[in-house]
């Protein structure tokens, strides 16, 4: 909800795995936001839906957290092939490597690559939507630190 801090619960499962909720602020997605992003990552296929469909140019850009590690971990081949790259352009081009990658392995299973929505659910559904970005988090920092 726009304006609103990180939700208490979600926020101590950050905090519990080393994150900061001080100063999230929730906002808007809008198309212009889609348009100035060069990757935008959803919790669900759902919600990549909605944002592709709110700015179809950005679909190649548009992955759900746990479909875009999926597609990352080749990401070490493309790190040898490139040096002195500043951190858009990097971005950019994992992003372009992972979109060039669909289609060619199977897709996740929606129960994998769907994050679950804790909001107005019991405490062991934000500790399991903790668990789901915490699985997937080691291969997206790799990708976008290089």
Not at 94 to 123: H, W, Y
Request: with cysteine.
């Amino acid at each position: 909800m726009t304006g609103w801090s990180m939700d208490e619960r979600a926020a101590a499962q950050l905090v519990a795995h080393g994150g900061d909720p001080t100063g999230f602020t929730a906002r808007d997605l809008t198309p212009e936001l889609i348009a100035e992003s060069d990757l935008v990552l959803t919790a669900t296929r759902a919600h990549r839906g909605k944002v592709a469909t709110m700015y179809p140019k950005a679909l190649r850009q548009v992955f759900t957290f746990c479909d875009f590690a999926d597609l990352v971990p080749g990401i070490d081949e493309l790190t040898a092939r490139v040096t002195d790259v500043d951190p858009r352009t990097w971005v950019r081009q994992v992003t372009e490597n992972a979109a060039a990658t669909r289609g060619l392995k199977p897709p996740l299973e929606p129960a994998q690559a769907d994050i679950v929505d804790p909001f107005g659910r019991d405490d062991e559904v934000f500790a399991t939507m903790a668990q789901q970005v915490v699985a997937s988090m080691p291969a997206v920092i790799r990708a976008l630190a290089g």
